[in-house]
Structure formats: structure tokens, C-alpha cells
């Protein structure tokens, strides 16, 4: 079935595809080595200069780049439909939130607290200061699901660029022409804004990827994909010791606690509606819903998936992992002794011409099931979910907590009285970067608070955020001089306080007068 | 002539050997596997308590340790030079500034910023809350140069209980006795104030190290030694995910501009004393200083060198590498066609009975051969520092930013009117965690703004520091709990702000009313 799907191998060029046909549009040629050369020597020659610029004039760059994506909107959402299929709405969607977050990003840099500015006297006329400098280039490697949130533009780039650091992106080869005019338009509203040349590019094809992570000018990487990808990425840079944010993604938990079944219609509407957002492409997507048994909870989900609309995935190798996945779920399930998995609107189609369509699916599993290491648990990308009903409340936790660490989980209470909600999301908190109330884990705000990331090997640091304020806080490094002059000090620590920034001083956290 | 120094190995105990005579006196039994395993699952079971308890109870516990720690000054100063042979006042001086260190870490949990509490309402009724949680049991790998201030207590122990969590020792083997005795205390100290059984313990012998690194209830290691050991470390627990913050140090340059060279006898002076400091045993020994040719630096280097004090080697096999390693510099000097390089106060005995005396020595080396991978540039663990004279300013900072990225640098100026300054100290902050002006970099203050820890392969983390208040960082991960009620919130969080701590509240840094 596999070769079915496989486009002619082009070395020299990421070919274009429209997942809604299959058709290929085009096609955009990878990037030479030596071309990769020179963008990272630009992007060496361009770290100092950011490196010395002030967070507002960061933001004010920011700023044009999101006043350039809301400008062209119509056009970027239409190329990222005939590429990804994703839909005019949820795209529309996604562009206007990335403008948003890349604004977000710059009031993050502008605010300050990132710089973790501290000057102290540490004994006699000695003093010592203390703050954070950009580590120079990022490399970002973008995901085939967000084509404006993760990748040419969006949280790593923004966040790298608010912190200080030129950031140079490998296309994801999902959407090679929306990538282009993409880092176009970034580098156009960057040049207009007046940053330094060499502070962006784009780079396209696989070696070119690996070309970056080889750099000896590159000195950390973000990546969103799969937990393949993000491992070799990790282990490759391991060497030279550069870190790799890898956002990778398992299979991430729901909880329905017995007072919350209750509402049965309610639940199974959310999940279905939430595993198959996106055609299930998300990395937040609810993969394994815990609910009391008895409550019908599964029944109402195969009653609302039979009605659920079917969309294309994003490319036709994720179209074939999707195929080979649910087989191996429903395979694993059958091994189990399980009852016969239901499948629910058919087969996904075989033909390409037919595009890439999936058909949504949920298959019910055993609590005793769900141990390490068994075939049910890897996550498979697509609009599928697992269902187990539980008899027992601690028994149904202890399973959970044997999973692998994700990055999110919801819960679901009855409200304020509900007594078995402090301990679930307690057990949870020591398993995933967030858990949602009520609320399915499938939102992700760009905000102070947020945290996505999760414990290894949900992510690769769990001490990260790829979204929020946090964010910035992957790319910079804390240096201190000690009997520091005016001139050695960033303007962050200079009396005055120009930038306005939260500092400590002599142990001290002050706040900026207004 | 390794085998003149290597004692009988017997894989059930740590012998303890005093190195001022080479004589062994007792020894301390290796912790056998189970009662390692029995260790892991008391500190795992004490984990979700320490996670529970606040701040200030933490800081209580700490300041119990520190008075024991003083209380026992005179033994612990006596015990400690039978097994370091560091001299009386250095180890009253390490001992002392230990128990300081243990306090202040105690002051930074309660004060609480290393929470990074932060609430906010993200659209309608939905709110989004981030705190830092503890990670868990962490394992700590102690060092060998400092008995007290790395290792069974000091500055990973502290910050790791300040952080909230349980604590398990890898003791090293050069001060078996003194770690014993160090454990026990903080043991005592720890049931004392009240801290759950499981918060600390100690093992001995290398397989118990291993089994820490391997073992699941283990969440982060701490380790501060050679790069050997600290790169084996971090390769070994890579494969489940586990960070781990080693402090290796490489070695860290001392630069000396045109102007300031005119005190050629007090740069002199304290570039042998802080080189010859503790043996030269020090991760922040000044390892090779560029000094403008003509000022005469090196042969006033070598006038105080013949005056200076020879103090023993930590064990048998650092004396060992120390003399493999100064013949290795030796050579490299003259195989690179240098000057022939000066041995200062003839050899370093050979023979046990003598201890493990070192011969402090200094070598003059040519800029053009200090290129990456020179045989001249791996540290050298004791008491042997590198000179290089320089013509040209300019050549000499670009041979400084090929070394190895390292811990700390020094820079020595005329004062605020020096024109090289800016320049050297904005090129160095590329390559360090530290830059000390006009102060040598083995004095290390534990503060809010001291970063000890620079680029790889100085340490395996450039984002963490192992002293100040950014240790504790190491320890937490970030959680959002969205929708959260007050029982799912940690009480940094809560309303009333019971712990006094700095809050982001709607993305607005707020202090704690006074």
C-alpha cells in the first residue's frame, strides 16, 4: 500500500502536493550547501548586532512581521489550503492567532523579566551583575500541522527573534511554496523594520536540515514533529552540546470523573469534536479518554463519529502512517481479547487521486491493556482516539500515571464539589506540562501562563515552553561581570534603568517606576 | 609509574588515604545494590511530601543542617584534612562558607521567585496558572577538590532540598570517612526539623553511582568533577530523558590588557596565588594568562613560583595525572618549537611514602599554538598554569575565542579609562559564564547574580549555574493548571498569597505586600 502514496524522489527539490487531490503543483528547490554556508555565516556575522539591540526595537520588528501576515491573509491562507488542506477556517484562524502571538512575543521581550537582570555588591567594593544574553543563531525546524504556528513563522521563530537570536528555518516539505513566500514576506517586514541583514532565512530539503544542526554557528534548535524526528535531532546535536527544544508529542490523556459522566452527550461531543480537530493532526490532540464504564461514554462517541466530517490529512506519507496505525490499534486491541474494535465511517482511501481523506475512528481498550511499552500507547498522528472505560477510580489512575509523560491532559468534573478532582489532577501534574479543567486539552493560549511542554519524551527539556512567555527563555543564556564598568553592563542593569525591566538589586526584586 | 600510586582494589570499599603521607587509614563499605534500591524508593516516596511542604519549611530545615554543620566545625575541619590534605584554614574557610551557602539557599526558596508563579484570565471565564513543581529525586555527584562545598552538603544538596526535593549522594571516593560522617549529620539534622524520612541519604562506591543514574525514581543529576566523568554521565542518562547539570570546567583565560601590564609584580603575584590555590585544585583555577610581551610577566611568574608553597595532590591519581599531564604541556610546548618551557621547583615526588606533593610549575606558550585541539589546552588538574605572551592585541583575543568555551575568565585593566576593556569583556562574555574585572577567578561568591556555569563542554548546561540563586532553577519544571480551583493550585498561587512570594497576576509582575 505504502508505494501507492509515494511521490517520485526528486533529490534536488521538495515537490508540491494538494492533499485534497493528490495533484502535485509544483515545486521548490532544496538549498544548495554552499548557500547553506553563507546563510549561516550571515547569520554569525548578524547575532552580535541583535545581540546589542534593545527588546523594543525587537519588537517594533515584530510588529511589522505581524502587520505583514494580517496584510496578506487572503493570499497565505489560500496557499496554505492548496498545500495543506487544513480549510480556509481553521487556517484563517491560525494566521490570526500567529499575528497575535508574534505581537505577544514582543511585549514579552519589551517587558524584560526574560533578561533576569540582578546586580548586587557581593563584599567591600566588589560588585557582581548577573542577566541574559541571546545564544546567537537558532535553527527552527517547523511542523507539516501549523504551517503559520510552528515553522517559517510563529512561536519559535517569534519567541528566538524577541530574545536576540537570527534564526534561520528548514522548511517542512509539506508546504514548500507557502514556506517561501512565507519567509519572504518575513524577510521583507524585517528589512523594512530595519533589522540587521542575516537575522532570518529559510532553508529547504533534508540536508540543508542537517547541514543547520551540524553548524558550528548554530547554537540551539527548536523543533516540532515526531518523536522520531526529534530524537535523532537531539542525539546529533548532542555532541556538540547543543540543545534541542524537541516538541514531540505522545499520546496525551483525558479524565472523566465518575460525578462528571453524567453528562455522556456532552463529553463525547467534546472528545470527538476535539481528537478529530484538524483531522486529528494536533499534538495536543485528546489520544486516550478514561471514563466511568456504564456511562455509555463510548457508544456516544461511535454515535457522533459515524456523523463526523472527513478531512484530508496533511501529506500522503502521514495519510499511510494513519492507515498502518489504526490496523496496528485495532490489532493490539484484538491481541488484548478485547471486543471487537469498531470501525466506524470505513476505510480510508487507497487512491490518491481521492486525495488524502481519513476516516476518523475510535476503538475501546482495556484498562489492564494500557501498560508501557504495549502498541496501543504510540501515538498515532490522525483522527483516532482511544476509549477505556473504567470500574475502579485509583485503578484507572494508576494506569494513567504508567503511560508516557505528555504534553497535556484534560479533565473532566462535575465542578467545585467534585471529591476526586484534587487527586486526579494532582497524579497528573506529575505527568504532563498542563492539565485543562473542563475543558479539552486541544486549545493552546499564547499567554504568560501557558506551559507546552511536557516530561521526556513528551519534550525533550521539560524545563521549556515552545508556547508563551517562556518561550524566550530557550534561546538566552545567564552571563555575570563581576566589578562590572557602565560599558561592560547590558543597558538592562545601567542605573538609569532605560529599558524599563524588573531587576534585583542586592537580592531585591524591583519593578520598574511607570 | 601509575602503578606506584594505585592502591590494592577492593571493590567492596573506598579505602580512605591521607595524602600528606599516602597512608591508608580504614575504609568505607560500597552500598550493595538492594540497599540502593531501598534508598531510591524511600527518596520516591518522600518526594510528593517535599513537593507539599512550603518554602519557608524548607529554608527551616536547611538553616538545622548549616548550625549542625558549624557545631561540628572542629571535627568535620580535622576529618576532612586527613583526606584532602587541604590545610586547616582553607577547609575552616570552605566549611564556613558552606554553612552560609546551606542558609541562603533556605533564603532564595522563601523568597520564592524561583516559582515563577504567574495567573491570568485567557478568554471569558477561563484562567491559565503556572508554577514551577520539583522534579523529584534528584542525584548528586560530588567532587573531589571540595569536601564541603560540592558533594555530601554544599551547594547542589542545598539548592536541590531548597527546590523540594529529596536528595541522594554519590560519595567520592577520595574522602570516604569525611562523606560518612557529612551524611550523617545531615541526616540527624534533617529528622530534626522535621523533614520526611527519604529526604537525603548517602551511597558509596561507583556501581551505586551507576545504579542512581539508571534508576526511574531518579529525576535530574547533579554532577561537578572532570569532563571525562561529567561527559559519561550525561550520555548514560540521555537515553531516559534525565538532565543532567555537570559542571566540568575547562580552562578559564585571564586577560591582560596593554595598559594594565604596568603592575607587572601584583599581576604576578595573584596569578601565582590563585593558580597554586588549594593545590591548583580548583574548577576556576586562571589556566592560561595572555600578558603583553615586554612587560616581563612570565619571569616574574617564574621568580614567585620558586617561593611557592608545594601542598599535596587530592589523591594518588590526580598526583598521577598532574605529572602526565605537566610532561604532556611540556612537550607540546617544545614540539611546537617554543622557548624551552621552565620547570620551576623540580619534580613532583614519586615515591607514595612522600604523599602526593606537587611541584607548582608554568610553561610559556606561543599564541600561534594555541589552535583548538592543541594538547596544550586540556586542563590540567593542579597546581600548572600556561603564560602567552602576545604582540598584538586584536590576534590575542582571537586566539582567546578559539579556546574552549570555559567557566570564568578574569580580565586585568588600568581602570575605568582602559580603552581595551569593553572590547575584551564583550569577546570573552561569548566564551564564559563569568568575567571577573580586575579580580582572579577562583573566588566564587554565592549570591542572586553569580552564574557558575559556562558554554559547553565547561559545563553540559549553559542555561544553569551550580552556585547562587539560580542553582534552584536546575531542580522544577513549569506546570499550567487551566480552570484551576484553589485545590489544584500549589500556595503560591493562592488568593491571599499565604508564601509572600513575587507573582505574575494577568501578566503583571506583582511583589508581596511588606
Known amino acids: 500500500m505504502t508505494e501507492t502514496f509515494a511521490p517520485a524522489v526528486d533529490s534536488a527539490v521538495d515537490p508540491s502536493y494538494d492533499p485534497r487531490t493528490g495533484a502535485q503543483h509544483g515545486s521548490v528547490s532544496h538549498t544548495a550547501p554552499e548557500q547553506v554556508a553563507e546563510i549561516l555565516r550571515r547569520a554569525q556575522g548578524a547575532a552580535s548586532q541583535l545581540a546589542d539591540t534593545s527588546p523594543a526595537t525587537r519588537q517594533g520588528w515584530l510588529t511589522t512581521i505581524a502587520e505583514s501576515l494580517r496584510t496578506h491573509e487572503d493570499e497565505l491562507v489560500q496557499l496554505a489550503g492548496e498545500e495543506t488542506g487544513l480549510g480556509a477556517d481553521r487556517l484563517r484562524g491560525e494566521l490570526a492567532k500567529c499575528a497575535t502571538s508574534t505581537d505577544f512575543y514582543g511585549a514579552v521581550a519589551a517587558e524584560g523579566s526574560y533578561l533576569g537582570a540582578s546586580t548586587e555588591v557581593i563584599g567591600g567594593d566588589s560588585t557582581l551583575s548577573r542577566w541574559n544574553i541571546p545564544l ?45 513566500r512565507l519567509a519572504e514576506l518575513v524577510s521583507n517586514a524585517l528589512n523594512r523594520a530595519g533589522a540587521p541583514a542575516g537575522s532570518y532565512a529559510l532553508v529547504v530539503g533534508f540536508d540543508a536540515g542537517l547541514q543547520l544542526v551540524d553548524a558550528s554557528e548554530v547554537t540551539a534548535v527548536a523543533f516540532t514533529g515526531s518523536q522520531g524526528g526529534g530524537m535523532a535531532l537531539v542525539q546529533r546535536a548532542a555532541a556538540r552540546g547543543v540543545p534541542v527544544f524537541a516538541e514531540m508529542g505522545t499520546v496525551n490523556p483525558v479524565f472523566v470523573t465518575t460525578d462528571a459522566a453524567a453528562d455522556t452527550a456532552g463529553i463525547a461531543a467534546g472528545f470527538v469534536g476535539s481528537f478529530t480537530l484538524g483531522a486529528g493532526q494536533f499534538c495536543t490532540k485528546p489520544g486516550l479518554l478514561f471514563a466511568p464504564a456504564g456511562a455509555g461514554i463510548f457508544e456516544e462517541v461511535l454515535a457522533r463519529l ?61 484498562l489492564e491493556d494500557l501498560h508501557p511499552g504495549s502498541r496501543l500507547l504510540g501515538e498515532c ?25 505528555s504534553l497535556v491532559a484534560s479533565v473532566f468534573t462535575s465542578g467545585p464539589g467534585d471529591p476526586e478532582s484534587a487527586e486526579v489532577v494532582r497524579r497528573l501534574l506529575g505527568q504532563v506540562g498542563r492539565v485543562a479543567l473542563n475543558a479539552w486539552p486541544t486549545g493552546v493560549a499564547t499567554s504568560w501562563s501557558m506551559q507546552h511542554g511536557g516530561p521526556w519524551p513528551a519534550t525533550s527539556r521539560s524545563d521549556a515552553t515552545s508556547v508563551g512567555a517562556g518561550a524566550l527563555g530557550r534561546f538566552v543564556r545567564p552571563v555575570a561581570v563581576q566589578n562590572a564598568e557602565p560599558a561592560h553592563l547590558s543597558d538592562a542593569l545601567h542605573p538609569d534603568n532605560p529599558w524599563r525591566v524588573p531587576r534585583r538589586i542586592d537580592g ?7
Chains 1, 2 share one sequence.
Open 306 to 366: 459515524s456523523q463526523a466530517p472527513r478531512a484530508p490529512l496533511l501529506t500522503a506519507g502521514i495519510a499511510c502512517g494513519y492507515r498502518a496505525g489504526v490496523a496496528q490499534l485495532i490489532e493490539a486491541a484484538d491481541v488484548a481479547g478485547n471486543v471487537t474494535p469498531t470501525v466506524v465511517t470505513g476505510e480510508t482511501p487507497t487512491d490518491p487521486a481521492d486525495g488524502y481523506v481519513a476516516a476518523p475512528q475510535a476503538v475501546l481498550v482495556r
Open 508 to 514: 531585591r526584586l524591583t519593578l520598574p517606576t511607570l
Open 381 to 405: 498522528f490522525g483522527p483516532v482516539a482511544l476509549v477505556c472505560e473504567y470500574e475502579d477510580t485509583g485503578a484507572a489512575l494508576d494506569a494513567l500515571t504508567r503511560l508516557q509523560p
Open 136 to 180: 546567537g543563531p537558532v535553527a527552527v525546524f517547523g511542523a507539516s500541522n501549523f504551517p503559520f504556528g510552528f515553522g517559517v513563522i510563529g512561536h519559535d521563530v517569534a519567541s528566538a527573534l524577541g530574545a536576540g537570536c537570527p534564526v534561520i528555518v528548514k522548511a517542512h516539505p509539506a508546504h514548500p511554496r507557502l514556506s517561501m
